[in-house]
T-cell receptor, first 113, second 112 residues
Framework: DTEVTQTPKHLVMGMTNKKSLKCEQH?????MYWYKQKAKKPPELMFVYSYEKLSINESVPSRFSPECPNSSLLNLHLHALQPEDSALYLC????????????FGSGTQLSVL | GESVGLHLPTLSVQEGDNSIINCAYSNSASDYFIWYKQESGKGPQFIIDIRSNMDKRQGQRVTVLLNKTVKHLSLQIAATQPGDSAVYFCAENKNSGYALNFGKGTSLLVTP
């Protein structure tokens, strides 16, 4: 299995809602990532988990809360989002935390109304 | 500003021609570079990578060239096919190697 699976593929939520994005990989990778991508822009790093511990938080607002329950799973909990948070949220994994290529999922297209 | 950027936002080539996509980076400490392809509605797909101790690396129909002197990276695609139409991103390592920083992207359009 060489895939990173993200659910849901699409999500529409109001500014008062709480929702979660899920990511799963079964490649035995020990690093997992959340990136945010706006239309026609490059992906921007949000969080890095290394061996299930949060190693990088790129000054992301607290309305985004990551969680890594185990080495195969990565969640992104969303609460009180703003319309400008609408974007494609990409999960990625790599075999090891450093100097490794990232494998990306297809993303969750999020719309905040 | 961004430390990784591209010279051309769009590139149109004819099927069968060779394509060259360029990328400039500003962080001389970067030592790992990757090219990704992103098709509409999909996540970035790994194409090829290169470390700073190399100048050139070849894959299937693709070649990456690294010129550390002028901090320039290029992706060459041989015999470009319609399926190569996508946005191409170069990326360099950041955060001491723990993550990747992506450049702006080049949209490649292959015409028959």
């Amino acid at each position: 299995d060489t895939e990173v699976t993200q659910t849901p593929k699409h999500l529409v939520m109001g500014m008062t809602n709480k929702k979660s994005l899920k990511c799963e990989q079964h490649m035995g990778h020990r690093a997992m990532y959340w990136y945010k991508q706006k239309a026609k822009k490059p992906p921007e790093l949000m969080f890095v988990y290394s061996y299930e511990k949060l190693s990088i938080n790129e000054s992301v607002p607290s309305r985004f809360s990551p969680e890594c329950p185990n080495s195969s799973l990565l969640n992104l909990h969303l609460h009180a989002l703003q319309p400008e948070d609408s974007a494609l949220y990409l999960c990625a994994s790599s075999a090891h935390p450093m100097y490794e290529k990232l494998f990306f999922g297809s993303g969750t297209q999020l719309s905040v109304l | 500003g961004e430390s990784v950027g591209l010279h051309l936002p769009t590139l149109s080539v004819q099927e069968g021609d060779n394509s060259i996509i360029n990328c400039a980076y500003s962080n001389s400490a970067s030592d790992y570079f990757i090219w990704y392809k992103q098709e509409s509605g999909k996540g970035p797909q790994f194409i090829i990578d290169i470390r700073s101790n190399m100048d050139k690396r070849q894959g299937q129909r693709v070649t990456v060239l690294l010129n550390k002197t002028v901090k320039h990276l290029s992706l060459q695609i041989a015999a470009t096919q319609p399926g190569d139409s996508a946005v191409y991103f170069c990326a360099e390592n950041k955060n001491s190697g723990y993550a990747l920083n992506f450049g702006k992207g080049t949209s490649l359009l292959v015409t028959p």
